[in-house]
């Protein structure tokens, strides 16, 4: 496991996020991961809700990229955090801090904590 390997794995999220299709992105989140999403104030704790939320975030039509990143590993655990902006409907720009917590589960890596929020001011 490397900087570029679990860089590349917000770049399969952003992927993901592009084909509009919900469960792709919920399929990139362990079973009991636990979302913080950026524009809703509900938790979400499993598939369901995660994929819930993106059905309406990616009516949005988000595009996401990094300003910042800060990358560290643990074993069979990497986080990944940092800033990014999102360009959503083709023209508002959000800005925001970011969370993601990754776990090597033998065969691949999966999102178990993602917790995104607006940035402050």
Do not use: C
């Not at 919920?26 to 369901?48: C, D, Q």
């Not at 009516?59 to 800033?83: H, L, Q, Y």
Request: charged share 20%; hydrophobic share 35%; net charge negative.
């Amino acid at each position: 496991m490397n900087q570029t390997e679990i860089s590349a794995l917000f770049d399969a999220w952003n992927s993901a996020l592009q084909t509009g299709d919900p469960k792709k992105v919920a399929a990139l989140y362990e079973t009991n991961a636990i979302l913080l999403p950026t524009v809703s104030n509900a938790v979400r704790h499993n598939h369901e809700e995660i994929e819930d939320y993106f059905v309406h975030f990616l009516a949005k039509s988000p595009f996401g990229k990094i300003d910042e990143s800060n990358i560290r590993t643990f074993g069979d655990v990497a986080i990944n955090s940092g800033v990014y902006t999102f360009t959503l409907d083709g023209d508002t720009e959000v800005q925001a801090r970011y969370t993601f917590v990754y776990r090597w589960n033998g065969q691949d890596w999966k999102i178990i904590e993602h917790h995104s929020s607006q940035m402050p001011e």
